[in-house]
Nanobody, 118 residues
Framework: QVQLVESGGGLVQAGGSLSLSCAASGSIFSINVMGWYRQAPGKQRELVASITSGGTTNYADSAKGRFTISRAKNTVYLQMNSLKPEDTAVYYC??????????????WGQGTQVTVSS
């Protein structure tokens, strides 16, 4: 089994910063891509940022210049600066995991609430 445990999040005023982290553990052979998604009330889940095992990053337009994704082996981080009320959402960690003798599979964290007040 594979578990993704998230930490961070909370309540912050607009213009503030928050940091999220997500640690993957379990029977993991390798992880190709790790990323952060978010889902606001009444909206679909959307990609915020992702990072490959080689360090290649990808950001949603809304995150560019404000958010930074980084990774240390099986832990992924998201540093969020200059937060806006529209960043309010539940943030989910995602990992594309390769287990021994198993096909690749996407695992999700439990989600952490980020609330930005105006």
């Amino acid at each position: 089994q594979v578990q993704l445990v998230e930490s961070g999040g909370g309540l912050v005023q607009a213009g503030g910063s928050l940091s999220l982290s997500c640690a993957a553990s379990g029977s993991i052979f390798s992880i190709n891509v790790m990323g952060w998604y978010r889902q606001a009330p009444g909206k679909q889940r959307e990609l915020v940022a992702s990072i490959t095992s080689g360090g290649t990053t990808n950001y949603a337009d809304s995150a560019k210049g404000r958010f930074t994704i980084s990774r240390a082996k099986n832990t992924v981080y998201l540093q969020m600066n200059s937060l806006k009320p529209e960043d309010t959402a539940v943030y989910y960690c995602n990992a594309n995991v390769q287990r021994v003798l198993r096909p690749q599979y996407d695992y999700w964290g439990q989600g952490t609430q980020v609330t930005v007040s105006s």
